[in-house]
C-alpha cells in the first residue's frame, strides 16, 4: 500500500470518528464500525472526497486562545434556607455570553454526566465530592474553587464550548427567559394549532379525493376508449336486412377505432394530473399534518411527563414536610429527624430539577410555536399549486376534447341524431378527418 493510501484511510478514520462524536448518542462500538475500509489503491473522486485544512491530527490552538473563549466565575449565594436546612448555590457568570444563572451542585451532576453521554472520547473534568450534611465551610469553599476550575476547563474545551448544552448551562436561567403568562400563552398556542390541524386534516381528504377522482377519471376515459375500439374491430358479418346501410357501419366502425386513441390520450391526461395532485398538494398537506402532530405529541409528552412529575414531587414534600412536624412534636431521636432532614434536602433539589425542567419544556414549546407559524405560508405554496394543476389539467384535456369534436362527424347515423351530418357521405367508409 502506498504512502498516499494510507494518509487517505486515516484521514477518512479521523473524520469518521468525528461524525459520531457529533451523534448526540455516541456508542463506542458503533463508532468501531464506523471505520472506512479501503479496497483500492486508487484515488477517490475528488467531488466525493472534501480533505479538511490543514493536518487533522494538529490542535491548531494556542493557550492564548483557549483562555480566551471564556471566563466563567463561581460564587457562593449567601445563605438560603430550606424549608429546615440551608442549602449552598452558586452563581455561575460568563464573559463569553454575559450570562448570571443559579446553579445548585445537583446541576453540575447532571451537566457533567450529559457531556459524558455526549463526548465518550474526550477529557470530562472530574467534579468534586458530594457531601450532605455537616458540611464546614473549608469543605464549601473547596468544593466552590473545584467547580470553578471544572467549569472553565470545560467552557474552553474546544468542542465543549461549541455544544449547545454548555451554552444552555451557563445562560438558561428557567423562568427569567419566558413570558411572564407563558402558561396561559401555551394554551391558547395549543387550541389553536388543534384547530389548524383539524382543518387541514379535512382539507387533505378532500384533495385526496380529488386526486383519486382524477386518477379514476382516468382509467374510466382508458376503458371507455378500448371499448370504442372494441366496437371498431368487430368481425361478425353484416346480415342480409341491413345491406342497405352497409357503408354506415363501416365507415362507423371506422371512425369508432380511431376515437380509440383520443380517449387514451385523455386518460393520459387525468392521470397526469391526479399524481401532480398528489405529489404537489397531498403530499405537502401531509407534510404540514406531521409537523403539526409531532406539536401535538410534544405537548402531550410536556403534561403527561415534566407537569406529572412535578405534581408527584410536591406531593411527596408535603407527606415530608408533615412527618417532619411530627417528629419535632414527638421529639424523635436525633437520627431520625436527621435521615428525615435528609431526604427533605433531596426532595428540595428534586422539585427545582422538575421546575427547571418546567421551565425548559415551556421555553422548548414556544420556540416549537413558532417554528409552525414559520411553516403556515406553506398554505399558499399548496393551493397554489392545487390551482395551477386545475388550470393545467383542464387546460390540456379542453383541448384534446375540442381536437376529437370534429372526428365525431363521421359518427352520424341518421336524421335524429344531434350532430351536423357531413355536406357528402364518406367514400368507401372512411371519414375525411
Known sequence: MTG?????????????????????EADPAAAELQTPQVT?????????????????????YTLQELLARDTVQVELIPEKKGLFLKH????????????????????FVVFHDMLLHRFPYRMVPALPPKRMLGADREFIEARRRALKRFINLVARHPPFSEDVILKLFLSFSG?????????????????????????????RDRAERIASRAIDNAADLLIF?????????????????????SSTWGALKQAL???????????????????????????????FLDLLQS?????ERHERGVLHKHQRALHKYSLMKRQMMSAAVQNREPESVEQLESRIVEQENAIQTMELRNYFS???LHQETQLIHVYLPLTSHILGAFVNSQIQGHKEMSKVWNDLKPKLSCLFVGPHSALTPPRSPPEDGVCPH
Open 4 to 24: 498516499r493510501t494510507m494518509d487517505q484511510r486515516q484521514a477518512a478514520a479521523v473524520a469518521a470518528a468525528a461524525e459520531a462524536e457529533v451523534d448526540g
Open 40 to 60: 483500492e489503491d486508487r484515488d477517490p473522486e475528488p467531488s466525493r472526497m472534501q480533505m479538511p485544512r490543514g493536518n487533522p491530527l494538529l490542535l491548531s
Open 88 to 107: 449552598v448555590e452558586y452563581e455561575v457568570s460568563s464573559q463569553r455570553f454575559k450570562s448570571s444563572v443559579y446553579r445548585r451542585y445537583n446541576d
Open 175 to 203: 423562568s427569567d427567559f419566558l413570558p411572564a403568562d407563558i402558561q396561559t400563552q401555551f394554551a391558547v398556542s395549543r387550541e389553536l394549532i388543534r384547530n389548524i390541524y383539524n382543518g387541514f386534516y379535512k382539507l
Open 225 to 245: 376508449g378500448k371499448e370504442l375500439s372494441a366496437l371498431g374491430s368487430d368481425t361478425t358479418p353484416l346480415p342480409s336486412w341491413a345491406t342497405l346501410n
Open 257 to 287: 377505432k380511431g376515437l380509440s386513441v383520443e380517449f387514451a390520450l385523455l386518460a393520459d391526461k387525468a392521470a397526469q394530473q391526479g399524481k401532480q395532485e398528489e405529489n404537489d398538494v397531498v403530499e405537502k398537506l401531509n407534510l
Open 295 to 299: 406539536y401535538k405529541d410534544l405537548c
Open 362 to 364: 415551556l421555553y422548548c
